[in-house]
């Protein structure tokens, strides 16, 4: 075990940190100048232990780039991102379950040797024992041991994506990223595997960081939603509090467009337009394209993740300065 | 269903499908009934091997080649299964249009939208090109696409995937057929453009007097959209209903399983577990004597397991394929105050 896992972290302290996060890519050349995509501009958040942080946000929102950023798959331009009070040795405390499952798992080698490496690479356990340990994972995510032998095309959808967290769960990590776990799962399956990550997080002190582009999903899994627009956040507050009082446009926008399982409430109110470009963000407030209570100054002023109540941060100029007038006439 | 109304449009008579597999035979359709009538939109849910996409597939005669298709499909009165490749070529697109999950599979990538909205209406509609520009055009603005005139010349890279996936509505009720199936529309889309697509596709339907059937696995999708719903589960349909009812008052397990496991949940203790449907779908390889849901099912009795339970009605205009249904539930006090 590294120095930094010796450590025990005070209870309030997150287990995860990410500070002003920038990611930048280039994009493709117009005009004779390159475009510099901010994919990420800015996100700060904070992962309490044992808690699970669901993000929302649509293609080119920036929330798989958080994602990879957060396990080291993208360099930060400018921030930190700090794991139990460190910036080092992130390997192996956060570890990464994709959304496809097939091809996150290497199709030539057996179950038992994709389980293995992580043990033998980290050095986790001595050679003699790693058949035992890979063994205890397949048990530990519901999976016949003898599974081991087998090879990924030979497994269903949900055994893949059982085998790909306890590969996740070799290295004993602190942290968990899920990017899209679910979304190539069936409905019969998705619930099984959200109450094996439940399960998991309870037994083994796990924090997770849950990306889905499926607000009924993330509703059943976090416990803080964090929903993301154009490389920011938006808005962030406690499970019940953003889905019973979403104060951001777009998050009260995605929330009316999002199909539910209820008839009676008629069609689904889509949102206008479509989500930018993250290579040719608007101005100013990066919605106000196709926010219904823009005014004039939103496409020229920067806008700020600024307090709405308890543990509830909205970036909305217009909605903040409602909340000021509700709570000042109470 | 069975309660009367207009002539059915399109109606499905024990549809079965099945594919020869290494050591037998691979059924995807069991037997499936469904009628469809003028105008109506219609949902068929299922998951993965339900066989909702083969049924699909099957009525339009672009099955594999391999498949064994048995039973009717009766389309206006003919019965699609008996024509020729020939005669099918101007039913697809011209009576029955087609929209499925990936607009860039169903577009040429390098003629322009304007060639490929064009062609069905000079082939189908015998229009001459400037007859087809005119109305292709006409066709955009319908699915919103502004500034229709100068976009025909564009190509389908140029456009968003909602974007492209309302070309292919366009295209797909071009020539105006009385039925349109679409095949998981809109599940490669975003949640803000999947509201777009849908709203679409039920606004020009509606306007257009076509009927509707949406396949999906997604139950929020469909709800949002079906006048009735066809739950299927193993190739097989295991309850119709119409929608507000179906989603009020499941009477299948299944049904009422898979609405379990979508529901929102308040405040669930860390220690429980969200509802969920044990084990996996059947192996259509190999499917069970009797009820294919049973091994799942907790509501199965023993001989759930030996014989397989038909399609029959149930309340008004509902049918359900089940030995022990959910008991119906009338209004509660809590509904009618919602």
Not at chain 1, 285 to 310: I, M, T
Not at chain 2, 223 to 251: C, K, T
Request: with cysteine; aromatic share 2%; net charge neutral.
């Amino acid at each position: 075990m590294s120095s930094s896992t010796h450590l025990r972290t005070a209870d309030d302290e997150p287990v995860l940190e990410v500070r002003d996060a920038v990611v930048t890519f280039r994009g493709r050349r117009a005009l004779g100048k390159r475009a510099v995509v901010r994919a990420l501009d800015g996100v700060s958040l904070t992962l309490p232990r044992g808690a699970t942080l669901g993000i929302v946000g649509e293609s080119g929102s920036g929330k798989s780039t958080l994602a990879r950023s957060i396990v080291g798959l993208e360099k930060l331009r400018s921030g930190s991102i700090t794991v139990a009070g460190s910036a080092e040795a992130r390997g192996r405390a956060v570890q990464m379950i994709f959304q496809d499952s097939l091809n996150s798992l290497n199709p030539q080698r057996t179950i038992g040797s994709t389980l293995g490496e992580p043990l033998i690479v980290h050095k986790l356990r001595p050679r003699n024992e790693v058949r035992d340990r890979v063994a205890e994972l397949l048990e530990t995510v519901g999976l016949d041991p003898d599974l081991a032998t087998r090879r990924p095309l030979q497994l269903s959808g949900g055994q893949r994506q059982r085998v790909n967290i306890a590969r996740a769960l070799a290295t004993e990590p602190k942290v968990i990223i899920a990017d899209e776990p679910t979304s190539a799962l069936d409905v019969s399956l998705r619930g099984q595997i959200l109450n094996l990550l439940r399960r998991l997080q309870r037994e083994q002190d796990l924090s997770y960081i849950f990306i889905s582009h499926d607000l009924g999903v993330v509703s059943q899994i976090s416990d803080l939603v964090a929903v993301m627009y154009l490389g920011r956040i938006a808005e962030t507050a406690p499970r019940a509090e953003i889905y019973a009082r979403p104060r951001h446009p777009y998050t009260r926008a995605l929330l009316g467009a999002a199909a539910t399982p209820d008839p009676r409430r008629g069609r689904v109110a889509p949102i206008p337009g479509e989500p930018p470009s993250p290579a040719d963000p608007p101005s100013g407030c990066g919605f106000h394209p196709r926010c219904p209570e823009a005014l004039p100054s939103c496409a020229q002023n920067e806008v700020f993740l600024e307090p709405a109540g308890p543990g509830h941060l909205v970036s909305c100029p217009v909605v903040l300065s409602r909340v000021e007038r509700e709570s000042s006439t109470v | 269903m069975s309660a009367p109304g207009p002539d059915p449009l399109l109606e499905l008579r024990d549809l079965r499908v099945r594919f020869a597999v290494p050591g037998g035979a691979l059924s995807a359709v069991n037997g499936v009934d469904l009628v469809v009538r003028p105008g109506e939109a219609v949902g068929v849910v299922g998951e993965s091997g339900s066989g909702k996409s083969a049924t699909c597939l099957a009525i339009l005669g672009l099955h594999p080649r391999t498949a064994q298709v048995s039973g009717s499909v009766v389309f206006q009165g003919r019965d699609l299964l008996t024509l020729s490749d020939r005669a099918m070529r101007s039913v697809r697109g011209r009576e029955i249009g087609l929209v499925y999950q990936d607009p860039m599979a169903a577009l040429n990538p390098v003629r322009s939208i304007g060639a490929q909205l064009r062609e069905p209406l000079m082939l189908h509609q015998g229009m001459t090109r400037r007859q087809a520009n005119e109305r292709a055009a006409e066709l955009l603005a319908q699915v919103g696409i502004y500034n229709p005139a100068r976009q025909l010349a564009a190509h389908p890279h140029e456009f968003s995937g909602g974007m492209r996936q309302r070309i292919v509505i366009a295209m797909a009720v071009a020539c105006r057929p009385p039925l349109l199936l679409a095949d998981e529309p809109t599940t490669a889309l975003d949640v803000s453009v999947q509201a777009q697509v849908l709203d679409l596709l039920a606004e020009l339907t509606r306007d257009l007097g076509i009927a509707l059937v949406l396949i999906s696995h997604d139950l929020s999708v469909v709800s949002s959209v079906a006048d009735r719903v066809a739950v299927m589960y193993a190739g097989q349909v295991v309850e119709r209903s119409p929608a507000i009812s179906l989603f009020e008052d499941p009477r299948h397990p299944y049904t009422a399983a898979l609405l379990d496991s979508i529901s929102e949940v308040d405040d669930l203790p860390p220690d429980a577990l969200l509802p969920t449907i044990p084990g996996s779908p059947p192996d259509l390889r190999a499917l069970p004597a009797g009820c294919p849901f049973a091994p799942r099912c907790p509501r199965a009795q023993e001989h759930c397991v030996r014989e397989p339970p038909s399609l029959t009605p149930d309340l008004s205009d509902r049918d359900v394929a089940c030995w022990h249904p959910v008991p119906a539930r009338n209004a509660s006090p809590l509904k009618v105050a919602r």
